[in-house]
């Protein structure tokens, strides 16, 4: 059952005023325009027992990414491809609000729409996983943590996904006569084999404006948020509205060309820190 | 063309597999009140997909600590029969079904007055009895019905309906086959008395220029789907002025 | 743990004493005897999905039961059967009081008492369900999903269940080299085979009345309840007594002989809707 | 004429597989005051089924809002160790065992009075060590005679047993074999001071003189029962009143 | 998560004072000195249908233990071992501060070290319990339950463990042509093979003061405890401290003294036991 | 000597698999003030683990039932994320979890002021990001870390390390590699400041007189963990003097 957030403190509306005056000059209260993230830094290998790994801050957001490559079962009409499976946790050190237990729907929310913009645009190549046929391939865990919120989770989780996955490497493998699977962590066959790139761009409605990249206390006067996942040819591969209100017809399209154009500071982000890696 | 494992999804003609037109809905049906004890209720067909909706409320919740001191709480349940889907479906929810939950329940928030119902809570219960494509836009369909039904007052009505991409070509109302071999699909669900949009989501690949004129589809739509609500609705309100 | 209802509202003296009055006259409420139970209509095949389906009204008590046929594993013990399995959702848009979440004790009572009634007897026919004795047998889902509740859950459902079962229909299959089993949703093997049609019959006491049938108010006001399963040959087929009051000797001869003569009228509506359906 | 599997049920002098008459309990061995932390318990053995019975109460509950203004609200469970089984069982309630658990509560609800201790619960916990047949109502009776332990009043001491049904003989207090053959098994709780059957099951098929007749053995054999609890209840206030 | 206990009644300090002027004399409460366990009682084969048990009552404090064997799958890494695995349960009726519910920290805690206690000793042979290697092995299931909570559930339930293991025996099988094997419950192997004897002394440190078994009364004024495994030859097989205080340096020695002067008491009551049970 | 399954644990030269002396720390790093949200916050490493440990508190808990009259309640929650260990593991906490959560918290009651802070809670969250043995001491070690960064007030400082037997010989701070084939774990955490040892556990067979020259070898190091606990703190606050 989804219920409206009851546990969150009332913005005053004084703070909205404040918020609203300075967008209305093209500022906001960290000096950003209203259609720029806040910086973006990204460390990846920073867990060296998983397969691959990255460690995100978007502005005060922080959230990590461990990606874990095991042997499993394919699903039963996909016997011919492996199996990405992303899963996201508000860990309670993170924030004051989070607590304990298994992912709330905010946790889900967040997972599938990264999974979903991840598996539609198919940027990590599945075919490229099967160990046998029909029975044993690779499973890719990607493991969404979150370590500091100050808003947009989305974002700086996608990125995280994303560096994790493209620094990561399949691991090596010894098949025994019983068809038994042993997987040998130490050693790469190498890289795993990512075809797209994607981010996503968060954007907020906060009365009449369109921001991009809110803060935890843009979050909390927004009307709504939209998430749009974008792949390195600029195509759409994923949109999720969030959020209590509603866009009009008008607000949409600029809320996609916004998006689309924002989305090239973090392919830079990503291409920079990959390369510095590389 | 839209040809996946053997099924001719659009034809040379334009038409798909079901013989509509890339802009057509499927037979629509809808009824208010067809539950007793349900404060409102209604059912919304869309072809094979059966969608059940109930609202209890504004009435008093059992744990005290979720109200709140300016509105009331809306809370709304996404569910699936075990029956509903072709292989038996758990009856614990899926993390599908959370997230749904939660999409819908802010696709009403806008709407609903809850500013007049302090301390209340409003509970919209959403079963899924058959499943063939697009049960979450039903589901809000269905809800707007219900809330409307139980009397609670509202901004606007609700509708809703997918837009898919089958081949490159944009289909309005896409059922489960046609999802199965969709290259995108986008569920929307607006109030157009209000003119907003308030549940918006894209799984797949599309490009601007196709969200843009998806949009639209799918909003002419839904101009209809909520015309056929409120017709439903004056005539249960006539039924009850007759008696 | 199961505990003393400690939510349903006190019934005030002054509604038992009307109930009592009426019953002293040979009247309800409704205006039926003390001993037929309310208008049954029941429509079959409302889940074209299912393999049988049915919708149940007993006045204002409506319970749908869905049949879905799969693919599994016999139990180890009975090699040689197929496996039924009843399920009751107890779903929050059938009742104020009822609240989202596992099944509760009401309900697995329901789902329990339905599946025993059907098992003792051999309603369905489980040795017709074997694919490959031991290892693939068709295991038979019914479950019931109250809908509406204004009192006797149990004669709805067993109705529901019936009706659902006798109209189902077994799926056709394909092995494959690897003993793989495809099921083919849309293709039919014909019936399922069911070979004993059972109906409980659920009466209330109320002092010292036995009523059948009761709604909702009534078991609100009555001190037990018994529910009597009777296959079509008279014989009982399953019992179970329910809610906090006990029963004389004498009480128990009364409900077994109003329950088997009032199981009539519900065999009645079910050889009617089936031949309707036929 | 119950012959299955190899085993003998009945042999052609009538006698059972354990040498017993149709009509004869199994042995039955009771205790109260086994524990000491409990306000009142009992071990009650019928045959190779032991059972334990704890109760706590009248008390305050921790969760203050299941109280009820006129009475104490009981509750029970009945669980099974993981060792009382032949196959281990998991200790997670199983549906069963939550059935049960609802059975025996109501088979208690009115032979407690509950009316003296309003706002206060009265809590029922019955273990069952060893299952070999005749748990729950095993488990009725232990928790009677812990109830009465507790120095709860009662309306009435109860007893339970089952009745079986094996190749068409009816067969007092069926064991675990017998069960596995059984055409019927007829579960039976009774209170004879008050005349009242409070736990009555069947499970499997009997025609409705046969039932009669079972009820009469049953009956019959509770009224033994519920003599050996007050006996049991009589020796341990004799010996308390001789410290 | 593990919180601080406070549903616990606070111990009046008169009372802890009573307690410490008793210890000074070197007396406690119930006439015992200050490094002997309660009288301890141990009687064996109370559940026939376990493959081993017993019934441990120190002082007021009983515990039973039940072994199931059963027929499993063994871990990965040890193909050639059979399973041993602890599991408590604080059954609702020995406390009134025990509730029905999975298991809470104090019950893991409990079945962890006991478990702990028997397997790093390698108390009980596990490559004895091999039937097809890789494939089947014994499970070894060792059930406790607290029947009654005066204290000192640790040690009750290590006497209670052993002596069901020791007096368990190892059920026979068949094994089909299929590879599947069927238990023979009622046919034994012969003894279960357990090669070391391990108990645990419990001690509490109470202001200066370090007693042996403390009482339930002890433990509510304690300041910590320390529970020190001890296997026949005099060996520490494991240790845990468990509550909210610390111990010094000194403190350790002195509770290592006497943990293994106590155990000689554990021992000869189990043998005495168990030379009883022949 | 130590040699099982090919792999040499301590060399002739009394050398360990990655070249320490037995009684020689893995590189040991500590960062406080990590997180932004947190009230206090550290990152402990001890070789490849790598340990987070956030405080938020006192504050009041949502759950009012749950506080002390006379104390703060402490709340601590170990944790290990997904991709911290060899195989993934799945992040419903593990029976093992619950356990280091209550010894970690156990190691923490005796140091942290809590009568200071009535009717609050403070709480300790321990995420382990990298596990190569030694997590719950790392763990321990940072959560001191974080408390005292939150600024609650403590008798004292608390470090922790594991001695583990290998092959007879006793050496500092295992890690995983070591732990899999040692004879005996023997994790310490301490308070040296107020002569405390709050966490003791033994894990194996050891004799009386390796536990004392294990817990020598563990309480030296203890006061050097400490001593760089208290350098990382002064480094921090002469940092926000400076600002």
Same mark, same amino acid.
Request: cysteine-free; overall charge negative.
């Given at each position: 059952m989804s219920t409206t957030p009851f546990k969150i403190p009332i913005v005053p509306s004084i703070k909205r005023e404040t918020y609203l005056n300075l967008y209305s000059r093209g500022l906001r209260l960290d000096n950003r325009d209203l259609?720029?993230?806040?910086? @973006?830094?990204?460390? %990846?290998? @920073?867990?060296?027992?998983?397969?691959?790994?990255?460690?995100?801050?978007?502005?005060?957001t922080k959230v990590m990414a461990g990606v874990k490559i095991e042997v499993g079962t394919p699903f039963r009409d996909t016997p011919d491809q492996g199996v990405l499976t992303v899963h996201a946790e508000f860990v309670p050190l993170a924030s004051p609000t989070f607590e304990p237990g298994p992912p709330d729907e905010n946790a889900i929310e967040l997972a599938r729409v990264v999974d979903r913009s991840l598996r539609e645009v198919g940027a990590v190549d599945l075919s490229s996983l099967v160990i046998r046929e029909g029975e044993k391939v690779w499973i890719v865990w990607v493991d969404l943590y979150i370590l500091d919120h100050d808003g947009n989770l989305f974002d700086a989780s996608m990125l995280a996904a994303m560096a994790a996955l493209k620094t990561a490497s399949l691991p090596?493998?010894?098949?025994?006569?019983? !068809?038994?699977?042993?997987?040998?962590?130490?050693?790469?066959?190498?890289?795993?084999? @990512?075809?797209?790139?994607?981010?996503?761009?968060? %954007?907020?409605? +906060? !009365?009449?404006? +369109? &921001?991009?990249?809110?803060?935890?206390?843009?979050?909390? &006067?927004?009307?709504a948020r939209m998430v749009v996942a974008v792949d390195e040819q600029g195509r759409i591969v994923g949109l999720q509205k969030t959020g209590p209100?509603?866009? %009009?017809?008008?607000?949409?399209?600029?809320?996609?060309?916004?998006?689309?154009?924002?989305?090239?500071?973090?392919?830079?982000?990503?291409?920079?820190?990959?390369?510095?890696?590389? | 063309m839209g040809k996946k494992g053997g099924q001719v999804l659009i034809t040379e003609e334009g038409l798909r597999h079901d013989g509509r037109r890339p802009d057509e809905l499927r037979?629509? *049906?809808? =009824?208010?009140?067809?539950?007793?004890?349900?404060?409102?209720?209604?059912?919304?067909?869309?072809?094979?997909t059966k969608v059940l909706a109930a609202v209890y409320g504004p009435r008093e919740p059992i744990q005290k600590y979720i109200v709140l001191p300016d509105k009331a709480v809306l809370r709304v349940r996404?569910?699936?029969?075990?029956?509903?889907?072709? =292989? *038996?479906?758990s009856p614990a929810p899926s993390r599908r079904e959370v997230e749904l939950s939660k999409v819908i329940r802010e696709a009403l928030e806008s709407v609903v007055l809850s500013d007049l119902y302090p301390r209340t809570v409003i509970d919209v219960f959403i079963e899924v009895l058959q499943?063939?494509?697009?049960? *979450?836009?039903?589901?809000?369909?269905?809800?707007?019905?219900?809330?409307?039904?139980?009397? $609670?007052?509202?901004?606007?009505?609700?509708?809703?309906?997918?837009?898919?991409?089958?081949?490159?070509?944009?289909?309005?109302?896409?059922?489960?086959?046609?999802?199965?071999?969709?290259?995108?699909?986008?569920?929307?669900?607006?109030?157009?008395?209000?003119?907003?949009?308030?549940?918006?989501?894209?799984?797949?690949?599309?490009?601007?220029?196709?969200?843009?004129?998806?949009?639209?589809?799918?909003?002419?739509?839904?101009?209809? $789907?909520?015309?056929?609500?409120k017709e439903v609705l004056r005539s249960k309100y006539a039924r009850v002025g007759e008696v």
């Amino acid at each position: 059952m989804s219920t409206t957030p009851f546990k969150i403190p009332i913005v005053p509306s004084i703070k909205r005023e404040t918020y609203l005056n300075l967008y209305s000059r093209g500022l906001r209260l960290d000096n950003r325009d209203l259609y720029t993230p806040r910086r @973006v830094e990204i460390e %990846t290998g @920073v867990v060296e027992k998983a397969n691959g790994s990255a460690l995100v801050s978007l502005g005060n957001t922080k959230v990590m990414a461990g990606v874990k490559i095991e042997v499993g079962t394919p699903f039963r009409d996909t016997p011919d491809q492996g199996v990405l499976t992303v899963h996201a946790e508000f860990v309670p050190l993170a924030s004051p609000t989070f607590e304990p237990g298994p992912p709330d729907e905010n946790a889900i929310e967040l997972a599938r729409v990264v999974d979903r913009s991840l598996r539609e645009v198919g940027a990590v190549d599945l075919s490229s996983l099967v160990i046998r046929e029909g029975e044993k391939v690779w499973i890719v865990w990607v493991d969404l943590y979150i370590l500091d919120h100050d808003g947009n989770l989305f974002d700086a989780s996608m990125l995280a996904a994303m560096a994790a996955l493209k620094t990561a490497s399949l691991p090596d493998y010894e098949e025994y006569e019983t !068809g038994e699977i042993e997987v040998l962590r130490d050693k790469s066959q190498g890289p795993l084999k @990512v075809d797209h790139t994607v981010v996503t761009v968060t %954007t907020a409605k +906060i !009365g009449n404006y +369109i &921001i991009v990249d809110p803060t935890l206390d843009e979050e909390a &006067i927004s009307d709504a948020r939209m998430v749009v996942a974008v792949d390195e040819q600029g195509r759409i591969v994923g949109l999720q509205k969030t959020g209590p209100h509603g866009y %009009t017809r008008e607000e949409l399209e600029r809320v996609l060309n916004i998006s689309l154009s924002a989305s090239k500071v973090y392919f830079k982000s990503l291409e920079e820190a990959l390369a510095r890696q590389g | 063309m839209g040809k996946k494992g053997g099924q001719v999804l659009i034809t040379e003609e334009g038409l798909r597999h079901d013989g509509r037109r890339p802009d057509e809905l499927r037979q629509v *049906r809808m =009824e208010v009140d067809v539950l007793e004890n349900a404060d409102g209720s209604a059912l919304v067909e869309f072809g094979g997909t059966k969608v059940l909706a109930a609202v209890y409320g504004p009435r008093e919740p059992i744990q005290k600590y979720i109200v709140l001191p300016d509105k009331a709480v809306l809370r709304v349940r996404y569910h699936m029969a075990p029956f509903s889907t072709s =292989e *038996r479906k758990s009856p614990a929810p899926s993390r599908r079904e959370v997230e749904l939950s939660k999409v819908i329940r802010e696709a009403l928030e806008s709407v609903v007055l809850s500013d007049l119902y302090p301390r209340t809570v409003i509970d919209v219960f959403i079963e899924v009895l058959q499943a063939d494509g697009g049960t *979450r836009t039903t589901g809000l369909t269905a809800a707007s019905l219900a809330l409307a039904d139980a009397g $609670i007052p509202l901004r606007a009505l609700v509708g809703a309906v997918a837009v898919g991409k089958i081949g490159g070509t944009l289909v309005l109302d896409i059922d489960e086959v046609e999802d199965n071999y969709a290259e995108a699909d986008m569920p929307v669900g607006a109030a157009p008395d209000i003119g907003l949009v308030t549940l918006f989501q894209i799984n797949g690949v599309m490009t601007k220029e196709e969200v843009a004129k998806g949009l639209d589809m799918a909003l002419n739509a839904i101009e209809r $789907i909520v015309e056929m609500e409120k017709e439903v609705l004056r005539s249960k309100y006539a039924r009850v002025g007759e008696v």
